[in-house]
């Protein structure tokens, strides 16, 4: 079982940034692939990047490429996602997830197994 809890979450004007933590619970936090996903009201939850658990690499949803960063610090049992360049379309709820592992890609919502409650990013003027 592991658990998560996201923070970092806030208003900030377009053009700003924002780092998003999730802090990691339980079983061998190395062991898990880990993303990030986010949720628009009226829109399903969205991909927006993960960093897997073998090797180390990172994916991306195109509308984030360039501005979005995801790392993990073992040490610490947390990842984070800095977040640069913020438009008024990045607003929504982000959600942390841990992935057992086992999976042909780590881009979808069905290939996580633990969620956190998720932080509210707003972008606005």
């Known amino acids: 079982q592991v658990q998560l809890v996201e923070s970092g979450g806030g208003l900030v004007r377009p053009g700003g940034s924002l780092r998003l933590s999730c802090a990691a619970s339980?079983?061998?936090?190395?062991?898990?692939?880990m993303g990030w996903f986010r949720q628009a009201p009226g829109k399903e939850r969205e991909f927006v990047a993960t960093?897997?658990?073998?090797?180390?690499?990172?994916y991306y949803t195109d509308s984030v490429k360039g501005r979005f960063t995801i790392s993990r610090d073992a040490a610490k049992n947390t990842v984070y996602l800095q977040m640069n360049s913020l438009k008024p379309e990045d607003t929504a709820v982000y959600y942390c997830?841990?992935?057992?592992?086992?999976?042909?890609?780590?881009?979808?919502?069905?290939?996580?197994?633990?969620w956190g409650q998720g932080t509210q990013v707003t972008v606005s003027s």
């Open positions: 997830a841990a992935s057992s592992g086992g999976r042909a890609s780590y881009l979808n919502v069905r290939d996580y197994d633990y």
């Open positions: 960093k897997t658990s073998s090797l180390g690499s990172t």
């Open positions: 339980g079983r061998s936090f190395s062991a898990y692939s």
